[in-house]
């Protein structure tokens, strides 16, 4: 990128907005000038902030001080942190503080300089300096990337700036692909590959001049992929074509009759029958066409809701708590993210419109404040939960004088546990072995569903998505449901392991599913998903009224008052509808958690005692955070009969729309809750039971159609996966609509002008995913043809990759000179030529062509955020 351009402070708000010119910008021109000591400076009182880094920005871009003297004089004042790429930390902060919003940017000034960084490919998968020089294994966030020129370029560097042996380049790179340098051979790799990276970095030192600095060439080299291990052709043999004889027949093997599809008249009749409790909006989707692939089989999408609980737990961690300032930028967030996902689905455009123009007539909360609301209540109710339970294990340890779960055996007295509850480690640590996250980690997930599909009872346990707050909740109801089959399988894991040295996790985790307190625990758990937060999330997913809400928790509140009186009633199942008169899908999913209640009567006492306190806790955290929708608050009014007609198709499903940034679960099509085609009749009855009713009015509806299937890729024989071929996949059909393309080239702070305007959006694509940033690009391009009328025949050409997108954007676009060039000598000047001078006269009107169609000039970065109309 062009020096002082991609990265310039001269002229933005932002420096008088956070007072950068202030007294402490003299000193540091004054020391640079002067002494170059650091002396008055206050650089000993605690770590350097990234406020002085933007300074010094300034102060370089004010007077034009070359970037050599800047660099040397920060090595001195700085003598711990010589091998800083000091540079590039600059540039990189002032980017970073012209993209933040305000609160943000302040909170980012305040924040310590990471002098540990090395690279911008290297910070993009969390890989830092102490990884680097202490060789640690960071193969899997390695693997998320490709290995490209800019990459080893970004490590030889690094080597120099350390002063230590290129040598280690070849142990870093083993992260990024293992079957690199498998011998061990580490000498004689780095032969092979020392030459290489010379001539890669000839070539990049060639083009590192003042007038070819950036150019498309030395970015396509920087991005091309650097093969690490040679690629074996495959090798091709020509199979003789065999004569078929005229007498040959291939013979069908007849297969017998379906049977009489007269057993599933049953659960048709019985779906219609509770149908009628129904929403409509459960109703209506319970209507799917049961060919279609589910929802369960490809995972389940992130909501907008789900991001913004994140964030409000990612943000209080940060700021020591929900203070004022975590919930100003909590809810800042939550408007960006609104903007994003508000472009993605129409369907909100005409909700937010519906619900602004009734809001003279009524008190009706604006989306982005009633998201806003069930994200804080959400995360303080998961918190007020574990507290509770804390609460009751010290109590009971204290009591008897006896730790709970794997605390208790002499192996693990020395262990330091976490700040959390046993419950919640036993939970946590279950849950990574019988459905982890990833694939790749070690885990049992096949072994647990083979097991419970022999016991009768088929897995019913999700896959463990940390974003997911529910989804702890659920996992509870999941372990509790299996609570006969949870301890014998970790006892069988353990005895037909007989390794001298045995799996600690192992040892832990069957601990702690002998225990019957913690056993109890996790039961209080399940039933609070059971009864509350999973009709509460079931009821968000549905097609409920948004104008009805306040009569929603009405309920929900009268029930928790029965519930602290008699908390008994919680350790039953509901016969036809939970506390939102909805078809009670958590409780005919998770049947054995109320088994569980009834055959542990020496426990029955400790789980009442727990849930009536902890409904108690739960009733105060819905008050605390939606007393505006209980009676008396400024939402609880319920509207009139012509206000509900004109808003009865704004539901709470279309703000629980997919998150468009989002991503989904993994295992896809090998969920580990699908059950065996071959379970008995009863439960293939129940599964269809739960299809046709809950439609898709919750999360858990997904799986509960798919609730007596698993992969039949499992199932298989070794001789029947032979002839198995995976079905590819349809590609999806690019959104071509004129209006999309505008949203987002304005989103991207688009249109581009000059070659200049492209950098500078790479830079803000810089930490998304290859994706988002092809998408972008692709628009642009339309917007270029369709908006523009751009009729360079560079556009023309189908792109396979971001990277060709983006040369072929700046070949159509004109380059547009810096009006000062940084050097570090005195430059002859030479009288340009009138043919130069002419053909800068016609790329003029070229550059004004970038103009958007009203004639304003788009600025370098664009926010949208949500109004909120009062």
């Not at 209640?597 to 009442?608: F, K, M, Q, S, V």
């Not at 009863?682 to 046709?692: A, F, R, T, Y």
């Not at 009107?845 to 370098?860: F, I, R």
Request: proline residues 5%; charged residues 25%; glycine residues 6%.
């Amino acid at each position: 990128m062009e020096e002082g351009q991609d990265f310039s402070l001269h002229g933005k708000a932002v420096v008088n907005d956070a007072n950068l010119r202030d007294e402490y910008y003299w000193k540091l021109i004054a020391d640079f000038i002067g002494p170059q000591t650091g002396e008055g400076l206050d650089l000993n009182q605690g770590p350097c902030k990234n406020r002085l880094m933007i300074q010094v920005g300034l102060l370089r871009e004010d007077n034009n001080f070359p970037w050599l003297a800047i660099t040397e004089w920060l090595k001195k004042i700085f003598p711990a942190h010589q091998s800083a790429d000091f540079r590039c930390l600059i540039e990189r902060g002032i980017a970073t503080t012209l993209s933040l919003g305000i609160e943000a940017r302040f909170v980012f000034l305040d924040s310590d300089v990471n002098f540990n960084f090395v690279g911008p490919i290297c910070d993009s998968i969390g890989v830092e300096r102490q990884h680097l020089l202490e060789l640690r294994d960071f193969s899997e966030r390695a693997r998320s990337i490709e290995v490209t020129n800019g990459l080893i370029v970004e490590l030889s560097n690094f080597v120099a700036r350390e002063k230590i042996s290129p040598v280690v380049i070849v142990s870093w790179l083993r992260n990024f692909n293992p079957e690199y340098c498998k011998s061990g051979a580490i000498q004689k790799a780095y032969k092979l590959l020392r030459s290489r990276i010379k001539k890669l970095k000839i070539y990049c030192r060639n083009y590192e001049t003042r007038s070819h600095r950036k150019n498309a060439a030395i970015e396509k080299v920087l991005q091309s992929p650097f093969e690490l291990v040679p690629k074996k052709l495959p090798k091709i043999f020509v199979k003789k074509r065999l004569r078929r004889e005229d007498y040959e027949r291939v013979t069908v093997k007849e297969e017998d009759e379906c049977s009489e599809i007269s057993q599933g008249e049953g659960p048709e009749a019985r779906r219609e029958e509770v149908g009628t409790t129904l929403q409509r909006g459960n109703a209506d989707a319970g209507g799917e066409d049961d060919g279609k692939t589910s929802s369960s089989d490809c995972g389940e999408s992130l909501t907008l809701l789900d991001i913004a609980m994140l964030s409000v737990q990612k943000l209080s961690s940060v700021y020591g708590g929900k203070t004022e300032a975590c919930k100003s930028v909590s809810l800042d967030l939550l408007k960006n993210h609104y903007a994003l996902t508000y472009k993605e689905h129409p369907a909100m455009e005409e909700f937010e419109k519906k619900v602004n123009s009734v809001r003279k007539e009524t008190s009706l909360v604006h989306p982005v404040v009633f998201l806003n609301y069930n994200a804080n209540y959400l995360v303080d109710l998961h918190d007020a939960v574990e507290a509770q339970i804390m609460s009751f294990e010290k109590e009971i340890i204290l009591s008897t004088g006896v730790k709970l779960g794997r605390d208790n055996l002499p192996k693990f007295k020395n262990f330091v546990s976490l700040p959390e509850s046993a419950t919640s480690r036993y939970i946590h640590m279950a849950c990574d072995i019988l459905s982890p996250i990833s694939p790749e980690k070690p885990n049992y997930r096949k072994h647990w569903v083979a097991f419970c599909e022999e016991k009768g009872n088929p897995s019913r346990l999700a896959v463990n998505q940390s974003n997911r707050l529910n989804n702890y909740f659920e996992a509870a109801a999941g372990l509790i449901h299996h609570h006969k089959e949870t301890a014998l399988f970790f006892a069988d894991l353990l005895s037909i392991a007989n390794d001298p040295c045995p799996n600690i996790i192992l040892e832990s985790v069957a601990a702690d599913a002998n225990d019957s307190m913690i056993q109890s625990f996790v039961c209080v758990v399940a039933i609070i998903y059971c009864k509350i937060l999973g009709p509460y999330w079931q009821l968000l997913k549905s097609g409920g009224e948004y104008a009805f809400f306040s009569q929603f928790l009405l309920c929900l509140y009268q029930r928790f008052i029965d519930w602290s009186k008699d908390p008994s009633t919680l350790l039953a199942p509901e016969e036809d509808s939970n506390v939102f008169l909805q078809f009670p899908l958590q409780e005919k999913i998770f049947t054995g958690v109320f088994s569980f209640c009834g055959e542990w009567h020496t426990n029955r006492d400790l789980i009442r005692a727990c849930l009536k306190r902890t409904i108690k806790v739960i009733a105060a955290v819905t008050e605390e955070h939606l007393k505006n929708f209980l009676p008396g608050g400024m939402f609880s009014q319920i509207p009139s009969t012509d206000v509900c007609l004109e808003l009865v198709s704004c539901t709470f499903s279309v703000l629980m729309a997919e998150y468009p940034f989002g991503h989904a679960y993994p295992y896809k099509k090998k969920r580990p809750d699908k059950l065996s085609k071959n379970s008995s009749k009863s439960q293939l009855d129940s599964s269809q039971e739960d299809e046709g009713i809950s439609g898709n009015s919750s999360d858990e509806a997904s799986r509960s159609r798919n609730g007596s299937q698993f992969s039949q890729k499992e199932e298989q024989s070794p001789q029947a996966r032979k002839g198995y071929r995976r079905v590819p996949e349809e590609e999806q059909e690019e959104n071509m609509d004129r209006d999309y393309i505008i949203a987002t080239v304005t989103r991207n702070g688009g249109p581009c002008k000059t070659q200049q305007d492209i950098e500078k959006m790479l830079l803000r694509f810089d930490g998304k995913s290859r994706l988002e940033k092809r998408e972008g690009l692709r628009c642009e391009i339309l917007y270029q043809k369709m908006v523009l009328n751009n009729t360079n025949p560079h556009l023309d050409h189908h792109c396979l990759n971001s990277t060709q997108m983006a040369l072929k954007l700046k070949f159509a676009l004109p380059r547009v000179k810096p009006g000062y060039s940084l050097v570090l000598a005195p430059r002859k000047t030479k009288l340009r030529p009138s043919g130069r001078r002419a053909a800068e006269d016609q790329a003029a009107p070229a550059a004004a062509a970038g103009l958007l169609p009203s004639g304003e000039t788009n600025p370098d970065s664009s926010s949208t955020e949500v109004g909120i109309t009062s």
